[in-house]
């Protein structure tokens, strides 16, 4: 007489694993029927942080970056340090990331908390606000599936090895990003992103200043570029905050000028520029310089794949009360 209970539970058993297979699921829906203002309330902050600040776009989509290349988007780079310990945010890599992204992401979350509380997770918000806001300068829109959770740790020293640098040679780029699943043609996509923005000049003060014996700055650079850059930084290290445009001509617009620019040698950071140089990249970049719509193609294609890189579903984390804080303290 027992059997049919045993066949009861298993029914029942497979039953809950379907369920949860399916509630894990990553869907441009996810929000619909749980929190149906989620859209509206976001593109509201979105527009007018963007408005207030024009440099939110930029920020932001760096902070996404520089979140999901360190163990996937889950928003450990939102979280701030405590007195008992410190955050991705504090990693050296992160401390020159401009502070609009992580306000832009207090608003919304602050927000859509009074609107659904507990339903909605910051890492949702950075990879929303990331595709609008390069919507809104000009960059082409792509899809993003909501239903990621939020990490429950933030770890500051795996930060710099899954990071790329100023610095970081050709070789070590195209090796990063391959660990990561992307080639080198999404690679240069990916990176196509410094078409909005600025760099401070300590990314790139050694290639303006004292470059070699035989010259003072990288001869990589446009000469009068150069000049420009080195009265520009004269005093960056009295003045650590002295930044430049990472696009000299349109520094606020979503656009394929950045390649251009690369062709030219207005490139600020040596990284960038060498992309130019290196046979693995330079196709890539002279396509993109030529056809906007390639370049836009593939960066929303490879913002796409980013953007669900080891993504944490159902009890892998958390919904955050609030992003700069886990819901639990951590000692």
Known sequence: MAFPNLVLLFTLFSFLLLFRSTQSKLSADYYNKTCPKFQNIMQTILAEKQLSAPTTAAATLRVFFH??????????????????????????????????AFDLVTRVKTALELECPGVVSCSDILAVSARDLVVMVGGPFYEVVLGRKDSRESNPSIVDKNLPKALTPMNELISLFSSKGFSAEEMVALVGAHTIGFSHCKEFANRIFNFSKTSEFDPGYNPVFAQGLRKLCANYTKSPAMSAFNDVYTPGKFDNMYYKNLQNGLGLLSSDQAMVTDNRTKPFVDRFAANETAFFDMFARSMEKLSVYKVKENNDGDVRRRCDQFNTLQV
């Open 67 to 100: 979140d999901c290349f360190v163990n996937g988007c889950d928003s450990s780079m939102l979280i701030a340090s405590n007195a008992f310990n410190k955050s991705e945010r504090d990693a050296n890599v992160n401390l020159s990331v401009a502070g609009d």
